[in-house]
T-cell receptor, first 118, second 110 residues
Framework: DTAVSQTPKYLVTQMGNDKSIKCEQN?????MYWYKQDSKKFLKIMFS???????INETVPNRFSPKSPDKAHLNLHINSLELGDSAVYFC?????????????????FGPGTRLLVL | RKEVEQDPGPFNVPEGATVAFNCTYS??????FFWYRQDCRKEPKLLMS???SGNEDGRFTAQLNRASQYISLLIRDSKLSDSATYLC???????????FGAGTTVTVRA
């Protein structure tokens, strides 16, 4: 009965490779997110989708491409991996977009994908 | 300047002690405030929202000071299970994203 799940949990790969991370939520939420947490522990938003529509696209290299086939899934594809991409990537979901009315602020995070680029 | 700044700690406290720490935010348009908790090698989870008048949830008390743009978290009667990193989280008006601090690490020892 996992709420937000991600696969894989660990990913070790060589520079230059292409890899994907998958995320699924079974909470019936409309909004999903990808975050990157680097070695300094900062959680930085990368993308958010609301009902399959891209809402946030922060300053992220275009080697990173999110894809939302339906509102329960948000996948992240990374081309030409670089050393600096090594981090923990968290998927999250919330009931709705942040609205100031308490609907989007509670975000439920997946367990994270630990990516190591060698 | 970072949007949300926290003292990284660590705060090492004995069981039963009280520990408190602050977080400052730079955007005066911030309207929603939260504390999330992240255990080692785990995902963040919402601990509590922070309301204007301050609020308590069991042993945890959160305060907001809009004039000085900081929020605080106080943990009373610390338990070993309170050992974690506490993330200060802020949302501004008309902003679709949350801004996270880098976290304050608390270690409670027996």
């Amino acid at each position: 009965d996992t709420a937000v799940s991600q696969t894989p949990k660990y990913l070790v790969t060589q520079m230059g490779n292409d890899k994907s991370i998958k995320c699924e939520q079974n909470l019936g939420h409309d909004t999903m997110y990808w975050y990157k947490q680097d070695s300094k522990k900062f959680l930085k938003i990368m993308f958010s989708y609301n009902n399959k529509e891209l809402i946030i696209n922060e300053t992220v290299p275009n080697r990173f491409s999110p894809k939302s086939p339906d509102k329960a899934h948000l996948n992240l594809h990374i081309n030409s991996l670089e050393l600096g991409d090594s981090a923990v990537y968290f998927c999250a979901s919330s009931q709705d977009l942040l609205s100031g009315q308490g609907l989007g602020e509670t975000q439920y995070f997946g367990p994270g994908t630990r990516l190591l680029v060698l | 300047r970072k949007e949300v700044e926290q003292d990284p700690g660590p705060f090492n406290v004995p069981e039963g002690a009280t520990v408190a720490f602050n977080c400052t935010y730079s955007n005066s348009a911030s309207q929603s405030f939260f504390w999330y908790r992240q255990d080692c090698r785990k995902e963040p989870k919402l601990l509590m929202s922070v309301y204007s008048s301050g609020n308590e949830d069991g042993r945890f008390t959160a305060q907001l000071n809009r004039a000085s743009q900081y929020i605080s978290l106080l943990i009373r009667d610390s338990k070993l299970s309170d050992s974690a990193t506490y993330l200060c989280v802020v949302n501004a008006i008309n902003d679709y994203k949350l801004s996270f601090g880098a976290g304050t690490t608390v270690t409670v020892r027996a």
